[in-house]
T-cell receptor
Framework: GENVEQHPSTLSVQEGDSAVIKCTYS??????FPWYKQELGKGPQLIID?????GEKKDQRIAVTLNKTAKHFSLHITETQPEDSAVYFC???????????????FGKGTKLSVIP | NAGVTQTPKFQVLKTGQSMTLQCAQD?????MYWYRQDPGMGLRLIYY???????DKGEVPNGYNVSRLNKREFSLRLESAAPSQTSVYFC????????????????FGAGTRLSVL
């Protein structure tokens, strides 16, 4: 089955700085990689996703990059703000293969703290 | 539009007691999921239901049972609760897990915080 490793487990940055969270996956069949943000006391919420036929995707201050050859993908948050403080999860699945389990395998999470 | 609703929000059980966690979605999604979240472990899939009438085991199914009551509702039952089942439980739903190309974005509820003493 798929195995997703996520680093770092905790990350502290000064407000306005950039934050980068990295994930690696093991199953070459995985082709869809979402990122979820979980605020305290709430359920995870999708913030950005990328499919394997795309190398990079941006949405305002957040971006995700994917390197299929190396089997790793990263979340980049620029100009961080205190409201970015949360736990971030990466995930992988073979959602678009036409076969397979389609289950999401999550990384263990990164707690991001943005210091004002 | 409430999305995914879980009840109860908090629960304390004694070892050996049983309970059912309820989940309902109003997005007309075909697929639903139950996860548990433990510190340092991320989210682990317990059971999922690809469509009404079907259920399948995930990564950590032992000690749990599920029922897909109808398209909207997916319940998780603990028959004899154990302290190891102390966790936060999340229900999620997505458009259609089995259809290639379909949007497989999972939408999560707010969670049920369960303590087993």
């Amino acid at each position: 089955g798929e195995n997703v490793e996520q680093h770092p487990s905790t990350l502290s940055v000064q407000e306005g700085d950039s934050a980068v969270i990295k994930c690696t996956y093991s199953d070459s069949a995985s082709n869809y990689f979402p990122w979820y943000k979980q605020e305290l006391g709430k359920g995870p919420q999708l913030i950005i996703d990328i499919r394997s036929n795309v190398g990079e995707k941006k949405d305002q201050r957040i971006a995700v990059t994917l390197n299929k050859t190396a089997k790793h993908f990263s979340l980049h948050i620029t100009e961080t703000q205190p409201e970015d403080s949360a736990v971030y999860f990466c995930a992988a699945t073979d959602a678009y293969s036409g076969a397979g389990s389609y289950q999401l395998t999550f990384g263990k999470g990164t707690k991001l703290s943005v210091i004002p | 539009n409430a999305g995914v609703t879980q009840t109860p929000k908090f629960q304390v059980l004694k070892t050996g007691q049983s309970m059912t966690l309820q989940c309902a979605q109003d997005m007309n999604h075909n697929s639903m999921y139950w996860y548990r979240q433990d510190p340092g472990m991320g989210l682990r899939l317990i059971y999922y239901s690809a469509s009404e009438g079907t259920t399948d085991k995930g990564e950590v199914p032992n000690g749990y049972n599920v029922s897909r009551l109808n398209k909207r509702e997916f319940s998780l039952r603990l028959e004899s609760a154990a302290p190891s089942q102390t966790s936060v439980y999340f229900c999620a739903s997505s458009e259609n897990i089995g259809l290639a190309g379909a949007k497989n974005i999972q939408y999560f509820g707010a969670g049920t915080r369960l303590s087993v003493l």
